[in-house]
């Protein structure tokens, strides 16, 4: 089952090559794009619980993504927002966080991270919506197999912010 995302990036060179990247490396579909901040808080609104992941680009061609997260504070719990940006400094990392993005990747460096994350984010839906046919505990080979995201740490190594 893939996810659903909106992708919020003016770049339509970024667009063009991240959109069958999402598909093929994390499972994730694309169902809308927008290229400034308004279209972006109409796009994720329109479609609210459409949506399990926004991807969000700081600079954008009108408004900034900082916008969009301020705007999305108050997303379903099953909803995601990460930033995807060339401008991954410590002060936007933490404003990006403090509005509320579970995540921060550089795109110039921290793309194999970005899709990690996506593909643990993908493996906790998939177990999210695993109907068990009785209520019993999942066996030890279960359990081992899926992740937790309460134990991702607070900080990522690579400096990708993670929020639990």
């Not at 995302?5 to 093929?24: M, Y």
């Not at 994730?28 to 400034?36: G, W």
């Not at 329109?46 to 408004?63: I, K, M, P, T």
């Not at 940006?85 to 509320?100: A, D, I, K």
Request: charged residues 25%; proline residues 5%; hydrophobic residues 45%.
């Amino acid at each position: 089952m893939l996810l659903s995302a909106v992708l919020i990036e003016d770049s339509q060179t970024i667009r063009d090559s991240l959109i069958p990247a999402l598909r093929d490396l994390a499972e994730i579909e694309v169902i809308a794009v927008a290229e400034t901040a308004s279209h972006a808080v109409a796009a994720l609104s329109r479609s609210s619980d459409s949506w399990q992941l926004a991807v969000v680009d700081l600079f954008l061609r009108e408004g900034s993504g900082l916008d969009v997260l301020r705007s999305m504070q108050h997303r379903s719990s099953h909803q995601r927002m990460v930033v995807l940006t060339n401008y991954p400094t410590p002060e936007m990392r933490e404003r990006s966080v403090r509005l509320g993005a579970d995540a921060i990747f550089d795109k110039s460096t921290e793309l194999e991270l970005f899709f990690e994350w996506c593909n643990q984010l993908h493996m906790v839906h998939l177990a999210s919506n695993v109907a068990p046919r009785k209520k019993q505990r999942p066996t030890i080979t279960q359990a081992a197999l899926l992740p937790r995201v309460t134990d991702a740490p607070a900080s990522h190594p690579a400096g990708a912010s993670w929020r639990r």
